[in-house]
């Protein structure tokens, strides 16, 4: 468990920067990724005691096409779960294979402990991989996300991301295999997004991400102008979003996304 190239699990104010992965097979049983087998940071103990843990990441890395990550459950092409942290500008080109909760990013994406949001940010997966789960859920982007069960004031943010990857299994989505919502509050909140996959749904099973100006499209170029000014819009929201704060210093963003999508014949493209 807990298996990548770069580190089994970082926590802590771990960074994880700029690790590209080629030629290569990853290969775990549960919890396994190209990159790190999980990204971790908490805010508070099970027990209810706060600790001042960092926010770790996963920042500009990538995976090959000559790539292959295989594993049973929880298995990303970036790092096998996520929980509260921040998995950004990565980009996966390797073929992911699992049994259940299989993405082309991350196999777990959850929020974890109060107000610790997780994030995968301007990330891509791209037409190059197959995702494919073998007996389960499968996603573009995360094979499963989830708020927090104790902690219903998290989120779940999946903001700027691509997905082109072939999908294999009985229960695909473009963006989520399994969404599960807890305490009235969303699964997730897929935003500024698009999916180029021979699907219509960003998820397979369980509860409805908020879908904010994304788009699952046959071609890229399907998307237009309008649209990208929307999507613009959207990233503009999510950097001032009041669920988008630190739980220490409410007055400070956790996370903001400078980049926009500048519009092109054949697709947006973000800069």
Known sequence: ??????????????????????NSTIEGTNTVGAITG??????????????????????????DQNTTVK????????TGSNYGSIVAYCVNNADVIGKD?????????QSYTYNTDAYILACQSTDKATIEATNGNVGGIAGYTRSDVNHPNTRVWIVATTCSSKLVGSK??????NAVKNHGQYSACITACYAVTDLNKFYASSSAPLIEASYNVASASEITEADVQAMNAAIEAFNVSSDNVDYYNPTMHEVTL????????NGPVLQ
């Open 1 to 22: 468990q807990l298996v990548g190239v770069a580190v089994g699990n970082a926590q802590n104010g771990f960074v994880v920067e700029n690790i590209h992965v080629t």
């Open 38 to 63: 999980r990204v971790y940071h908490r805010t508070m103990l099970s027990s209810g005691v706060e600790v001042a843990e960092k926010m770790s990441s996963i920042i500009n890395c990538s995976t």
């Open 71 to 78: 594993g049973g459950s929880n298995v990303g092409g970036i």
């Open 101 to 109: 909760q299989v993405g082309g990013i991350a196999g777990i994406h």
């Open 172 to 177: 695909r989505g473009s963006f989520i295999g």
């Open 258 to 265: 400078a980049e926009r999508w500048v519009w092109t014949a």
